[in-house]
Antibody, heavy 119, light 107 residues
Framework: QVQLQESGPGLVKPSETLSLTCTVS????????WNWIRQPPGKGLEWIGY???????RYNPSLGSRLTISVDTSRNQFSLQLTSVTAADTAVYYC?????????????WGRGTLVTVSS | DIQMTQSPPSLSASVGDRVTITCRAS??????LNWYQQKPGKAPKLLIY???SLQSGVPSRFSGRGSGTDFTLTISSLQPEDFATYYC?????????FGGGTKVEIK
């Protein structure tokens, strides 16, 4: 059974870089699309971006040039880096799998990890 | 970006009630509409994809309808475990977006 697990620091200082990793267990990362989604406390969901195992990416333009998503197929992991963070980036960050072929939806999610931006 | 508007933002209902949640897209998204259920402190769970296809393992009391800009999620007979927040999400274009959510509470 495939599972996803987010990991990374729970506290990041303003203007620094937020880095998270999602580990895929019980299956291979070498298929499907792998996504990051976030949810500020008490608010709704925001799609951040995705990466295909080949390395091709699509990002939410709202995050501009601050965002990088990468994949390490040898470790069955994909990662998120968000630079120049502010308090507005405080959220629960989820990794999620998209198995669709002509749609985009998320059938498998990690448990999520809370990242707080504060000095 | 395509804006997704859900209504109502919240509702109160009793066990056994039939509940319908609406999601409207700011432009046509064909049938690229998906529904999720989220309980407090948990990740969202996929219920419906492609507007009306039931995800494996999801009870048949959940159903979805619609195409173009207007979609609905219906719970035919609300169960205690269905009290949660429901989100729609469009998978039509380059920037995936979610609705603001509908919180289903116990009356």
């Amino acid at each position: 059974q495939v599972q996803l697990q987010e990991s990374g620091p729970g506290l990041v200082k303003p203007s620094e870089t937020l880095s998270l990793t999602c580990t895929v267990s019980g299956g291979s990362i070498s298929s499907h699309f792998w996504n990051w989604i976030r949810q500020p406390p008490g608010k709704g969901l925001e799609w951040i971006g995705y990466i295909y195992y080949s390395g091709s990416t699509r990002y939410n333009p709202s995050l501009g040039s601050r965002l990088t998503i990468s994949v390490d197929t040898s470790r069955n992991q994909f990662s998120l880096q968000l630079t120049s963070v502010t308090a507005a980036d405080t959220a629960v960050y989820y990794c999620a799998r998209d198995i669709s072929t002509d749609d985009y939806y998320f059938d498998l999610w990690g448990r999520g990890t809370l990242v707080t931006v504060s000095s | 970006d395509i804006q997704m508007t859900q209504s109502p933002p919240s509702l109160s209902a009793s066990v056994g009630d039939r509940v319908t949640i609406t999601c409207r897209a700011s432009q046509s998204i064909s049938r690229y509409l998906n529904w999720y259920q989220q309980k407090p402190g948990k990740a969202p769970k996929l219920l419906i994809y492609a507007a009306s296809s039931l995800q494996s393992g999801v009870p048949s009391r959940f159903s979805g309808r619609g195409s173009g800009t207007d979609f609905t999620l219906t719970i035919s007979s609300l169960q205690p475990e269905d009290f949660a927040t429901y989100y729609c999400q469009q998978g039509y274009n380059n920037v995936l977006t979610f609705g603001g959510g509908t919180k289903v509470e116990i009356k």
